[in-house]
């Protein structure tokens, strides 16, 4: 004993050393050999912070030390310093920031330098590509050489001191053994010799008495030691196989439980793996779906995009042709008519020289009526171009003023969070490492990493957003430019036939002709100048859209990062109310099966102790049967004395090695679990290496399937330019084609015209110059008519501008409006929250956190679900049917996603099938019970109302179980017939709710004749209670002097409001409980009459 604590003091003092030798930072020695093995930091998730020791120093001396990095991940790294001790610790570095190429290690160079005394410990913090954080930890005391000296000196002393100590301790209890172990062997010894004394004295008097009758009857001892013998070998082999036939069956049953229970772990580890590798699988081909699926709708949605093109510039190019044509004709006619005027000039001036001075006047005086108007419009559209440029620059100033100020204070609240979360995430930081609390660290990084890949899908989708706004802007540009240069061209046009035109008509009409060119180009600039100014407006516009939907975007993000955090709380409350519920379950199934198994263990006992004391009686008859010869035997048996002890040495020495044995076979099974979980954890570490390797190049083939794309993408745009150019320079020449073909069609019709009018100057001067006067009537009526048409045009475009740009103004401000409020709804709700966050609420709020890390897969709804009908589709047990049917009842009373897999599993079949051979016993009244909660559950989902009526003979199957328990509540197997029968009452009532089913159940005679017999026969019961219990209130008020009356029945349709548990609704029922009231409310759904 005292050995074994000397060998446990030294063990205690060796392993207390190394701790003490690193917290009291080693000597000089040690430090010489941590120079020549410089800390490593290696560049890796979870890899430990090296710890870099300058040792002692005294003020005013440097030590410098090597850091080595190292890179093993595939790419490089650029590694960037973003926290370094202050200059007063005395701490200086080679340099701030390096790059680390893949599989490559650099040294970089840390200088201490102290300026006073005292222990130091300092962090260093790398960033690695700007996301990955990795720390590195210095060390150091700064000392003068003579308190070194003596602190080496006490911590020597001290060291001695407690060896000593516990050498002396160690003695000391050593000793106290000693003697506590010599007090023992004394009193041994003393109770030996007793023993020994007695055992002697008994056997003498034994002998003595055993000579005395051997003495008396020799002959008789002979017959008696034959059959004793012979009896006795029979006995003992008797024995020997009933031992060997009950070891046999206690080592069989050991083993049958150990098999068992070792297949029951293996069936639910292959399970949990197996469910695990599928939940892997899903969410990943959920991923390349999602991403396939965007794929396929850009692409549709880029060539809609190119059909929408075409079909523009198809439908412009021929609306632009109908024009030219239109304008041509328009200008052929006119031409026409000053042709034919110019023919009959002469002879007008020579005949009607009155009319053309009247002419003239009325020309003058419709000049100088049309010069005032037009200085009237000229005015009054100045003075409304600048109300409504004024009125537009007030109205963009203010909505400039509140986007300005909602952006400054929504940057400042964007900036309080940032600074709040990197306060967080470094006081988080500081307290991980210093608890060294590896869970925590590795939960951090996954969420690090998980909002890693949310930032940069975000970022992603804000750069192809950006890409598709700036692609739309240009697009936008090249169409403005070119109605632009469209209308351009076309004025150039006119212009040009205005011109040819006046080069043949009459002198006075030049001034109109130069007043109407003047009107047009005037027209022209006012069309160009409300291009230009509508361009402008919209660019404003959409910079303002852009700013908004940023703003929108991270509003959006924001509450969508709140949304998820209120449903991961809301999974972990589930997550614990579930494992709280499962385990208490299973506590009391635990204690349900200890009970059983101590009565069972206390009745196998209770008839083994019956039988061993049979055998006992038996054997103690026998060997009082046989005492007498035994007193005979007792000298014979004596000279057999030696042989007797050489059987129990036997006996023991074999119990002994059997002992030994089993505990070899034990250790022997735990060393072989103990293997067989190594190797299995062996093979679950390849499974997991080999699914990150597909993982990873399943990323790598899809990260290059997104670069291919994008470079399709680029070319598919080139391509389209260059379409879209070439398109342009096709349009253009046939634009000129088009203008050369109309001068040579002039040409030729001036050559035509040439000889026409040397025809009509001989024969048709009276005639053409009446016609020529009609046509002049006619042109001033088209003339006029085209100006009233193109002044309502305008009137109508301006119109719908105003109308257009009215509404767009509202709907911004609406959006604006919308913004604002939902900002300071937000901005209302966090302000609430951190000044009411008590802590109550916060130890609310690590509770559910640490509810959630401990939540279990199994534990979920989908699972047990899962569980259940494999339990109740397999096995025939009614324990096991009652379990599965306990967990569906709570499963689909919670969950519509586990009713519709039960509705698709086939179960509603079964639990039909089970309630058709349940009896009216107290285990399958349970039974019937649950199935029937569990039906009524998934009934009143709509989606799986037809699953449960489409079962065959359901019906039938329910109007059997309301003939069996019609019975009145009274007893317990009464009372839970009466639960039963209003159960399936509401079971049959929501059923058929539909019209078409209850038109069904109506059209079969039988049941509905089946239905209005229940419906009598509790109704009549219920009459005869209610009589009873009237009679007895008239006693009660005859002695008593009150009155009771009785409560009128109302016949109401319930039967839609009974709606699932997860509906949370104030008008929701709950389930009906009085029998009369559920069979009417059947025969309400039925549409039968009571009577």
């Known amino acids: 004993m005292a050995a074994e604590l000397l060998r446990r003091g030294a063990a205690a003092a060796c392993e207390l050393s190394p701790g003490r030798r690193r917290r009291r930072w080693a000597g000089r020695e040690e430090e010489e050999e941590e120079e020549e093995d410089p800390a490593v930091l290696t560049l890796t998730h979870f890899s430990r912070p090296p710890f870099l020791c300058f040792g002692s120093l005294r003020p005013g001396a440097s030590c410098t030390r090597l850091l080595a990095v190292d890179n093993p991940n595939p790419e490089e790294a650029d590694v960037a310093v973003d926290r370094f001790p202050a200059p007063s610790t005395g701490f200086s570095l080679e340099r701030r920031r390096f790059l680390v190429q893949s599989g490559e290690r650099i040294f970089i160079s840390i200088t201490w330098m102290p300026l006073e005394e005292g222990k130091v410990r300092e962090l260093v913090t790398f960033i690695v590509n700007g996301i990955i954080k990795h720390q590195a930890v210095l060390l150091g005391v700064a000392e003068q050489i003579r308190s070194f000296l003596k602190r080496k000196k006490y911590i020597s002393l001290r060291t001695a001191a407690v060896m000593i100590q516990r050498k002396y301790r160690a003695t000391a209890h050593a000793k106290q053994q000693h003697q506590e172990y010599l007090h023992l062997r ?454 057999k004395e030696q042989q007797a002890a050489c059987l129990i040495q036997a006996a023991y020495r074999g119990f002994k090695e059997r002992h030994k044995f089993h505990q070899q076979k034990a250790a022997a099974l735990v060393i072989q679990k103990h293997i067989r979980a190594r190797q299995e954890g062996r093979l679950e570490c390849i499974k997991y290496i080999k699914t990150r390797k597909a993982a990873i190049k399943l990323q790598a083939f899809f990260r290059g399937w997104l670069v291919r794309k994008k470079i399709l993408d680029q070319k598919q745009k080139e391509r389209l330019l260059c379409f879209s150019a070439a398109a342009y320079h096709h349009l253009s020449a046939i634009k000129i084609q088009r203008a050369f073909r109309i001068h040579l069609v002039l040409k030729h019709a001036r050559m035509q015209i040439s000889s026409v009018l040397c025809i009509q100057r001989w024969f048709r001067a009276k005639l053409q110059q009446k016609k020529s006067l009609q046509d002049h009537l006619k042109i001033i009526k088209i003339q006029q008519m085209v100006r009233v048409w193109l002044k309502q045009r305008n009137e109508a475009a301006t119109t719908i501008q105003r109308a257009v740009r009215k509404f767009l103004f509202y709907k911004h401000r609406r959006k604006l409006k919308n913004g604002i409020i939902k900002f300071q709804a937000l901005w209302r709700g966090y302000s609430w929250r951190k000044k009411n966050d008590t802590a109550k609420t916060k130890a609310l709020r690590h509770s559910l956190e640490m509810a959630n890390k401990e939540s279990k897969e199994e534990n979920k709804l989908c699972n047990r679900t899962a569980v259940a009908i494999d339990y109740l589709l397999k096995y025939k047990h009614i324990s096991y049917i009652l379990a599965a049917l306990k967990h569906l009842e709570v499963v689909t009373r919670l969950s519509p996603l586990c009713c519709e897999n039960m509705a698709q599993s086939g179960a509603i079949f079964t639990i039909f099938i089970l309630i058709r051979n349940c009896n009216r016993s107290i285990p399958c009244m349970e039974v019937i019970k649950y199935s029937v909660q569990v039906l009524l559950n998934v009934s009143k989902y709509e989606r799986t109302t037809q699953a449960v009526y489409e079962v065959e003979n359901s019906i039938d199957t329910l109007l059997d179980l309301l003939q069996m328990y019609r019975e009145k509540a009274g007893d317990k197997t009464s009372e839970k017939g009466g639960s039963i029968f209003t159960k399936t009452c509401c079971l049959l009532a929501i059923l058929l709710k539909d019209s078409k089913r209850a038109s069904d159940i109506r059209s079969t005679s039988r049941a509905a004749s089946r239905i209005h017999s229940l419906y009598k026969l509790t109704a009549r019961k219920h009459k005869m209670d209610a009589e009873r219990t009237l009679s007895k209130h008239k006693m009660h008020t005859s002695m008593s002097g009150s009155f009771f009356v009785p409560v009128t029945p109302v016949r109401t349709k319930v039967v839609s409001r009974i709606k699932p548990d997860w509906v949370l609704r104030k008008d929701n029922m709950q389930e009906i409980v009085d029998p009369l009231q559920a069979i009417r409310m059947v025969m309400d759904t039925l549409g039968s009459a009571y009577h």
Do not use: P
Request: glycine share 2%; hydrophobic share 40%; aromatic share 10%.
């Open 186 to 639: 004394k009193a041994a010894v003393t109770i030996q010799s007793a023993c020994r004394g007695f055992v002697v004295r008994k056997k003498m008097q034994q002998m003595h008495r055993a000579a005395t009758v051997i003495q008396a009857s020799a002959f008789r001892m002979h017959k008696i030691k034959i059959a004793y013998q012979r009896m006795r070998i029979a006995a003992v082999v008797i024995q020997n196989y009933y031992r060997f036939y009950v070891k046999g069956k206690v080592q069989r049953k050991i083993y049958l439980t150990i098999q068992k229970s070792v297949l029951v772990i293996q069936a639910s580890y292959r399970g949990m793996k197996a469910r695990q590798e599928l939940k892997i699988m899903h969410a990943s081909a959920t991923i390349i779906q999602s991403l396939y699926r965007g794929h396929k709708q850009h692409n549709h949605y880029k060539q809609l995009c190119w059909a929408v093109k075409v079909v523009q510039q198809r439908f412009r190019a021929n609306r632009a042709r109908d024009a030219e044509v239109k304008n041509y004709t328009r200008i052929k006619k006119a031409a026409l008519c000053l042709q034919s005027a110019f023919r009959a000039k002469k002879a007008r001036q020579l005949a009607t020289i009155i009319q053309a001075a009247q002419r003239i006047q009325s020309v003058l005086k419709m000049y100088l009526d049309r010069r005032r108007f037009l200085k009237k419009k000229t005015a009054a559209v100045t003075i409304q171009s600048a109300f409504r440029c004024h009125r537009m620059k007030t109205r963009y100033k203010a909505i400039q003023d509140s986007t300005v100020a909602i952006q400054r204070w929504y940057r400042a609240c964007r900036m309080a969070c940032l600074q709040k979360a990197e306060y967080s995430a470094q006081r988080q930081a500081i307290i991980i490492i210093q608890s060294a609390y590896r869970g925590t660290v590795i939960r951090k990084m996954a969420k690090q990493k998980r909002a890693a890949r949310k930032i940069q899908s975000f970022l992603h989708m804000a750069v192809h957003r950006r890409k598709f706004v700036r692609l739309r802007a240009a697009a936008v540009t090249l169409q403005t430019y070119y109605l632009m240069n469209k209308t351009k061209l076309q004025y150039m046009t006119y212009r040009k036939a205005v011109f040819v035109l006046q080069q043949h008509y009459r002198s006075y009409l030049a001034m109109k002709h130069q007043r109407g060119a003047y009107l047009r180009t005037r027209k022209s600039i006012i069309i160009i100048q409300s291009r230009i100014r509508g361009f402008i407006e919209r660019r404003k516009i959409q910079e303002i859209k852009q700013s908004t939907i940023k703003i929108q975007a991270l509003f959006r993000g924001f509450k969508a990062r709140q949304l998820a955090g209120k449903m991961r709380a809301a999974r972990t409350i589930q997550a614990w109310f579930r494992r709280y519920r499962a385990r208490k379950e299973y506590t009391a199934v635990l204690k349900a099966t200890c009970v059983i198994q101590s009565y069972f263990k206390s009745k196998w006992q209770r008839t083994w102790f019956l039988k061993m004391k049979t055998s006992t009686i038996t054997i103690q008859r026998r060997w009082r049967e046989t005492l007498t010869a035994r007193t005979i035997l007792l000298q014979f048996l004596a000279t």
